[in-house]
T-cell receptor, first 114, second 114 residues
C-alpha cells in the first residue's frame, strides 16, 4: 500500500519570507508522480506543482519549488516570498502511471502573518 | 477553457435517504474521479470513470455508485445515507492523452447528513 505523510499539521510564516512544507511517502513502485495541491477556504483543490519521479531535476513554478529526494522518499515544497493569498491547506499526493487514484497526505495548514 | 464544475454546492439530507451529486469534466478531459474529504482529513479515492465504465475503486461500500455519460460528465450516487457520509465530495477530471496522471478538481459539494 502506498502512504503519504505530512508531519507538520500547521505552519506559519511572515509575509515575504520563505517556508518549506515537508512530505514523505512510501511506495514500491518506480514510476510515479508527486503533487502538491492547495485548498483555500473556498474548498477548491488547486494544483500547485507536479514532479515526475523519473526526472532528477526539481520542479519549479514561479515562487513554488520542490526538493525531491527519491532515495529518501521525500518531497518538500518551498514557497518563496510568501503572500497572504498563499494561506491555505496544502496537500501532498502521489499517483502512479496507469493507476487511477491519488493518495493524499493529511495536509498542512499554512498561515501567513502580515 | 472550462474547468471542472460540480452541483449542487451544498446539500442537506437525512439518514437513510439517497443523494445524487453531479460533475462536469474540464474541456478535453475524458476521465472523472470522485473523492470524499471528511473534515480535517485528506481526500479519499472513491472511484474513477473512463469510457462510461468504472475504472478503479477505493475502499467504499456498494451503496456508493456512479455513472459517466457520453459527454464525460459524471454522477455520484449514495444510497441509504449514514451520518458518516457527511463530507466534502470532490470531483476531478483528467485526460488519457496526458496519461491520466494529473487530476484537476472542481469546487466540491458539501453533503450534510442529519
Amino acid at each position: 500500500a502506498q502512504t503519504v505523510t505530512q508531519s507538520q499539521p500547521e505552519m506559519s510564516v511572515q509575509e515575504a519570507e520563505t517556508v518549506t512544507l515537508s512530505c514523505t511517502y512510501d511506495t514500491s513502485e518506480s514510476d510515479y508522480y508527486l503533487f502538491w495541491y492547495k485548498q483555500p477556504p473556498s474548498r477548491q483543490m488547486i494544483l500547485v506543482i507536479r514532479q515526475e519521479a523519473y526526472k532528477q531535476q526539481n520542479a519549479t513554478e514561479n515562487r513554488f519549488s520542490v526538493n525531491f529526494q527519491k532515495a529518501a522518499k521525500s518531497f518538500s515544497l518551498k514557497i518563496s516570498d510568501s503572500q497572504l493569498g498563499d494561506a491555505a491547506m496544502y496537500f501532498c499526493a502521489i499517483s502512479f502511471r496507469g493507476a487511477q487514484k491519488l493518495v493524499f497526505g493529511q495536509g498542512t495548514r499554512l498561515t501567513i502573518n502580515p | 477553457e472550462t474547468g471542472v464544475t460540480q452541483s449542487p454546492t451544498h446539500l442537506i439530507k437525512t439518514r437513510g435517504q439517497q443523494v445524487t451529486l453531479r460533475c462536469s469534466s474540464q474541456s478535453g478531459h475524458n476521465t472523472v474521479s470522485w473523492y470524499q474529504q471528511a473534515l480535517g482529513q485528506g481526500p479519499q479515492f472513491i472511484f474513477q470513470y473512463y469510457r462510461e465504465e468504472e475504472n478503479g475503486r477505493g475502499n467504499f461500500p456498494p451503496r456508493f455508485s456512479g455513472l459517466q455519460f457520453p459527454n464525460y460528465s459524471s454522477e455520484l450516487n449514495v444510497n441509504a445515507l449514514e451520518l458518516d457520509d457527511s463530507a466534502l465530495y470532490l470531483c476531478a477530471s483528467s485526460s488519457t492523452s496526458g496519461g491520466r496522471d494529473t487530476q484537476y478538481f472542481g469546487p466540491g459539494t458539501r453533503l450534510t447528513v442529519l
